[in-house]
């Protein structure tokens, strides 16, 4: 089912259910152990992933969250216990199991939140009475910020590689269309992906897709830009709504 076109699900969904059943076809009829521990951001995505679906599909009275929340107990908390998680002893078969799960995937899949569920925290100077931990969606404009003090980027040519030149060479040969570089401009436009030139901030760019060098005041874009275009050429009617875009 995954892989029929008409499939409505993310990729980030996608992936997330591909290791489940790469998971479900290893360790069928064999005990995880400590092991089921290394993948509970995955079994976590799985389940609001489904409430998330179930609602987007059949409508906001499906949902499982008025009967089915989710508890999170942090009273004595052991972070030394906590760090050590992912340090247990596991048979080598379930390290192979693991390995495979992001073969071939890039940082940005294994990032998504729809592939494996992530927390962002704070610790706050409150009293002692009160608690010391401050959850924030990762998606929000608060989460953004934090995780762009918390995680450690790889050097931007690495993320970034391809101007745009390169961007709309890509386009035409995994798609086969006639794509070009009023397309490319109508599409960064279109989508928002980075300010017209001359704008007073140009490094606020969809960090997704582009960044801005501010060194030879110019931008590259990511994998994942590349793969997107290539998904709005391949729909025909996508295709034409991003070709009759006016730039204004």
């Known amino acids: 089912m995954l892989k029929r076109h008409d499939c ?4 980030g969904i996608k992936d997330n259910l591909q290791a489940l059943k790469i998971l479900r076809d290893d360790v069928e009829h064999k005990l995880l152990g400590r092991a089921d521990k290394k993948w509970l951001a995955l079994f976590q995505a799985c389940c609001l992933n489904f409430d998330k679906i179930i609602c987007e599909l059949f409508g906001e009275r499906l949902t499982l969250s008025h009967e089915l929340s989710f508890a999170l107990q942090f009273s004595k908390i ?3 216990q906590a ?3 992912n340090r247990y002893e596991i048979p080598a078969h379930i390290e192979s199991t693991d390995a495979r799960l992001s073969k071939d995937m890039t940082e940005e899949q ?3 939140i729809e592939y494996q569920f992530r ?3 704070t610790l706050d100077a409150v009293t002692k009475a009160r608690s010391h931990f401050q959850f924030v969606q990762p998606a929000s404009a608060e ?3 934090i995780r762009n003090v918390l995680v450690q980027h790889k050097l931007a040519d690495h993320l970034y590689p391809h101007k745009p030149s390169d961007v709309i060479d890509a386009v035409v040969r995994e798609s086969g269309k006639n794509f070009n570089q009023h397309n490319h401009t109508q599409a960064w436009r279109k989508f928002k ?3 017209k030139k001359g704008a007073d901030q140009p490094e606020n760019t969809n960090r997704d897709f ?3 060098h501010a060194a030879h005041d110019d931008y590259t874009f990511s994998d994942q830009w590349v793969q997107y275009l290539v998904s709005q050429v391949n729909d025909e009617k996508k295709f034409q709504e991003l070709t009759s875009f006016k730039l204004r």
């Open 193 to 195: 992906v980075r300010p």
């Open 78 to 80: 052991n972070f030394d």
């Open 110 to 112: 294994a990032a998504d």
């Open 119 to 121: 927390v962002v925290y």
């Open 83 to 85: 760090s050590t998680i």
């Open 210 to 212: 582009c960044i801005y």
């Open 143 to 145: 989460g953004k910020e």
């Open 8 to 11: 409505p699900l993310s990729k």
